[in-house]
């Protein structure tokens, strides 16, 4: 953690917008005008196209970026392999599929010197990264800045969401801030380094290995409402000129593989499109629910959606439940008792949630896999179904979901670990019969 590093998150600007064409520009006159790769590019530098889908997918999943940078990202040294850590890929076979309902206290605090990177700790998923398919659960402890080494992820697109400690993200595109409350996305490829903001940092990751994430349809919600596309913002160009020796580290099909290239990689002078950084600040989502009876379904808190080939099925939701207000009549008003064939991994940024008396904390988690039946624990079923039923703020909280088609399996450090809470189950116990025949 440095002060420049914060002074520098302080004084960030943005570009605005979701899914739409941006440029910009570190240096006047960087960005061609007309045409994308002139015969000399401006300022000596090297055009290079990022293709996030295939060329010929449709306009809506289009994603490609144009870089103008100091020197192409093919100048460099073979890549070799390096150990892993604790990130794991899909597809996941080292434990079996585990129909229990599963909960973790946080991460243990990590090894002094830990950085983004070495803190990252896999979960679970599904899938299977060769296929471009599923996705990976992993959470982070860190207590240390990324020098002098830069990550790209081959297998997907990152979706960070700190709970503890700011992340400032020097990525290719430019620099986000990005603090417990906001949402990150790196996409596909995009290379970058995490700085802390704070002594120490800690959240979650979602490795998204199939379509990009979007926005989803609002039907007859109409035109507004959920996550404005006016409220993500897109960092404006900014360059390294070093010739520092830096480190590329690349997960490409499970595995991370490192070059060292003799600059920096993060010079790129200006861009312009749509394979774009984010930061979302998920207190700025406008929360719908019902005005009458009953508890919606959480896809109506729905920030983000990848979707699969089969219209509605999303390869992974995230959902945000953020602070909003309960006014249903004759309603049990906490989420309901519930058997799903999607599979729903749910974690704690602060506070509390409206289901949990107790148990889930702020960094850490709880898996709810494909059919398992989940719902209030005892203690939150009786004070709900007592409770006078007048307008109620929740505004305590702020909890998110990663919802996937597909159950996800823990991986062996997760099905065997630690702070794995043993006694889940426990909090469903008590729940009486009120049936008298
Ligand atoms: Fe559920």
Not at 29 to 43: D, M
Not at 334 to 360: Q, T, W
Request: net charge negative; proline share 8%.
């Amino acid at each position: 953690m440095s002060e420049q590093a914060r002074k520098t998150a302080e004084a960030l600007e943005y570009l605005t917008g979701f899914g739409n064409e941006h440029s910009s520009e570190a240096v006047p006159g960087a960005l061609p005008i007309g045409r994308n790769s002139p015969q000399r590019a401006p300022l000596g530098l090297y055009a290079e196209q990022l293709s996030g889908s295939a060329f010929t997918e449709p306009r809506t999943h289009n994603r490609r970026s144009w870089l103008y940078r100091i020197r192409p990202s093919a100048a460099h040294p073979p890549f070799t392999r390096v150990d892993n850590g604790a990130l794991r890929s899909a597809p996941f076979t080292e434990a079996v599929p585990d129909p229990n309902r599963l909960r973790w206290n946080p991460l243990p605090a990590p090894a002094p010197g830990t950085d983004f990177l070495a803190g990252l700790w896999t979960l679970g998923g599904n899938g299977d990264v060769t296929q471009r398919s599923g996705m990976a659960i992993h959470l982070y402890a860190a207590n240390a800045d990324m020098t002098d080494r830069v990550f790209s992820d081959s297998d997907g697109e990152l979706l960070i969401v700190p709970e503890r400690g700011g992340l400032l993200l020097r990525t290719e595109l430019g620099l986000l801030a990005a603090r417990p409350g906001d949402m990150a996305i790196v996409p596909r490829g995009v290379r970058f380094r995490v700085e802390l903001l704070d002594a120490d940092a800690r959240g979650y990751v979602c490795e998204n290995y199939g379509q990009p994430f979007e926005l989803p349809n609002l039907g007859p919600i109409g035109a507004n409402g959920l996550a404005a596309a006016r409220d993500f913002q897109a960092p404006v160009a900014a360059y390294e000129d070093s010739d520092r020796p830096t480190e590329v580290i690349n997960k490409f099909c499970g595995n991370l593989w490192s070059a060292t290239y003799d600059h920096s990689p993060l010079d790129v002078v200006a861009w312009h499109g749509s394979h774009v950084p984010y930061v979302y600040d998920m207190r700025r989502f406008n929360v719908l629910g019902s005005i009458s009876y009953d508890h919606p379904d959480p896809s109506i808190f729905t920030v983000l959606t990848s979707p699969s080939d089969t219209p509605g099925l999303a390869g992974v939701d995230f959902v945000v439940f953020a602070p909003r207000w309960l006014v249903g009549e004759d309603t049990f008003r906490p989420p309901y008792f519930h058997r799903n064939v999607m599979s729903e991994y749910m974690g704690l940024i602060e506070g509390a949630y409206d289901a949990k008396a107790e148990g889930f904390v702020p960094g850490g988690g709880s898996l709810h896999n494909m059919m398992s039946a989940h719902g209030p624990d005892h203690e939150t079923f009786d004070r709900a179904s007592a409770a006078e039923l007048k307008p109620q703020k929740i505004d305590d909280g702020l909890a998110f979901m990663f919802e996937t088609r597909w159950p996800i399996t823990a991986t062996a450090q997760a099905a065997g670990a630690d702070h794995l809470q043993r006694d889940y189950d426990a909090v469903w116990q008590g729940l009486q019969r009120h049936f008298r025949g």
